[in-house]
């Protein structure tokens, strides 16, 4: 019998095993639009594959098209290759009355799409949408915003698309680009990490289930092929096929998995893919051999809180695994490619940035909130560790954070976060964040007139009215949270001067509380509460302006 095993190129059908629940929750659930990412080699090629070979049997209200975006720079580009994909699909259309030849004469992408949506929706059916390759999309965006912006209306359309957006984990630096209204990954989110197969799913992979004709190995080898892989699809699948073709032991197949280029470039990719703090953090974690949160907070100088969430990331996408209450990195077949480069890795650029990993939202929504936002950073924490040291500044954070929490207990907060420098609060009322914004400035003052410390606490404060997303464990998230850490750190050089406003001089740099116009407007007629307006500004990563305004102290 042939070799049952497969690398290096798709696997559908009998041969595809796992992801049972994910390939259910997209056929049959009601998400409309869905982002995965993953790290190379993983399986996300297949599972595209493997839905749209699912649809044809399993969910006839969907016509699967696999839109391949590799190298992908412009919208001809785009449109050639979602013609290639409703080629591969013609059957299918022409099975439901659409004509390829039709689609094929469209003259640009839009146009394309306009065409499909009419005919899906007087036939009663979707598009399903699956979307390879998707990090191409930030070449996309850097060359023309209008173009990206167009195409994330499209694949938001329910009423005949559902999206699936796949791609490594440079998909992350789209949420980067400033688009009008939104990010890319806006209604994508929260994002979903493809990671290693469950331990019953890698089982039945080892053994090729589907035939019985796999490897008929000793639980214990079957046992230690999982160990060394954590699971992992492609690593798996190389190791089975050296031992089913030739007589060897395991630690020779692995040897000869090491030597593919194949895994050498995916291991090389797969580090220049993480954010330079989830570098440091790896680095700590591999020089360790494993550790626990708090011995990565000695190195790392980010609170335990933010080493966390970098943490459930590296989790989810199969990089570091847990033993306890430590961390270690999760296969062995990455720990020998980092012990083989070690004396390269600090030269390794990263090609993700920690604001992109920060922004992307990971967690199920549980609930929509109509929330005032207050956001307070630290004023330039970053030259006060470089100069006075980490120690300094986690003891500032200690005094701001101790500080925070009971004004918020006693004024009904709704929701508090500390993370690395910033601190996260939400209550019913935009009047109750303006009074405990200005009880933590009047706190900081008192605590700077009377602490021995030659260093004072100085903030960045901003406050917002909106639409939050509660996730895991009450945590807020979303646009109206992105939106307020954009307010709290506005620089001079974003306003655009404005009648009735300030100069660009006049723009407050540290302890003053900056509102946005929807809170504005609901405090405006409030006794004790007097603004005036900064003007018009530019906030990063958003499009649109934003009027800024001002809370003056009641004297």
Not at 77 to 94: S, V
Not at 117 to 135: G, H, P, V, Y
Not at 222 to 250: F, G, V
Not at 388 to 394: D, I, K, Q, R, T
Request: glycine share 6%; proline share 3%; with cysteine.
């Amino acid at each position: 019998m042939p070799n049952p095993y497969i690398v290096g190129t798709a696997v559908v059908g009998d041969r595809f095993y796992g992801r049972e629940e994910l390939i259910d929750q997209v056929l049959t659930g009601e998400r409309d639009c869905f982002c995965l990412m993953g790290t190379r080699r993983i399986g996300k090629t297949s599972f595209l594959r493997h839905l749209e070979f699912l649809v044809k049997e399993k969910a006839p209200h969907f016509i699967g098209v696999y839109w391949d975006l590799q190298g992908c720079q412009v919208e001809s580009d785009l449109t050639e290759q979602l013609k290639n994909g409703l080629l591969d699909a013609e059957e299918e259309l022409e099975t439901a009355g659409i004509n390829y030849d039709r689609l094929e004469e469209s003259a640009n992408l839009f146009a394309l799409f306009r065409l499909l949506k009419r005919r899906l929706m007087r036939l009663n059916k979707k598009l399903l949408l699956l979307i390879d390759e998707a990090e191409s999309l930030a070449e996309v965006g850097e060359n023309d915003k209008g173009l990206l912006g167009r195409l994330h209306s499209v694949t938001q359309d329910a009423s005949f698309t559902r999206t699936v957006l796949c791609g490594s984990r440079r998909l992350s630096e789209v949420s980067q680009l400033e688009l009008v209204g939104s990010d890319f990954l806006d209604g994508f989110e929260p994002v979903l990490f493809f990671s290693s197969l469950v331990d019953t799913d890698a089982d039945a992979l080892i053994a090729q289930s589907h035939t019985d004709q796999g490897l008929q190995i000793p639980d214990e080898i079957a046992t230690e092929i999982k160990e060394r892989t954590n699971c992992h699809p492609y690593l798996i699948q190389s190791i089975c096929l050296y031992l089913y073709d030739h007589e060897m032991d395991l630690e020779r197949a692995c040897d000869y998995v090491m030597q593919q280029g194949m895994a050498e470039k995916a291991f090389a990719d797969d580090f220049r893919y993480l954010s330079p703090i989830e570098k440091d953090i790896l680095m700590q974690i591999y020089q360790m051999e494993q550790a626990a949160i708090p011995q990565i907070q000695q190195k790392v100088l980010l609170d335990s809180d933010t080493i966390k969430g970098f943490l459930f990331i590296l989790e989810a996408c199969g990089y570091v695994k847990t033993t306890g209450e430590n961390y270690r990195i999760a296969n062995y077949f990455f720990t020998r490619w980092m012990n083989s480069n070690e004396a390269r890795l600090e030269e390794i650029a990263s090609v993700v940035s920690d604001a992109a990993m920060r922004d992307i939202e990971t967690q199920p929504v549980t609930n929509y909130l109509t929330e005032a936002i207050v956001a307070i950073d630290l004023y330039e924490s970053t030259p006060i560790a470089n100069r006075y040291g980490a120690n300094v500044l986690m003891e500032l954070l200690g005094v701001l954070r101790e500080i925070i929490r009971p004004i918020h207990h006693t004024h009904n907060g709704q929701f508090l976060r500390s993370k690395a420098d910033d601190f996260l609060m939400t209550f019913k009322t935009p009047q109750d964040a303006i009074t405990v914004a200005w009880e933590v400035l009047k706190q900081v003052e008192a605590y700077n007139q009377t602490s021995k410390s030659s260093v004072p606490i100085e903030l960045h404060i901003g406050v917002h009215f909106g639409e939050t997303r509660v996730g895991w464990e009450d945590d807020r998230y979303g646009d109206a949270v992105n939106r307020t850490f954009r307010v709290a750190s506005l620089q001079p050089e974003d306003i655009i001067e404005t009648e009735g406003g300030v100069s660009q001089s006049e723009v407050p740099l540290k302890n003053a509380i900056l509102i946005t116009e929807h809170v504005y407007e609901a405090i405006k007629e409030v006794e004790g509460m007097q603004c005036r307006l900064l003007g018009l500004f530019k906030l990063r990563g958003i499009a649109e302006r934003h009027m800024i305004y001002e809370v003056l102290r009641d004297e």
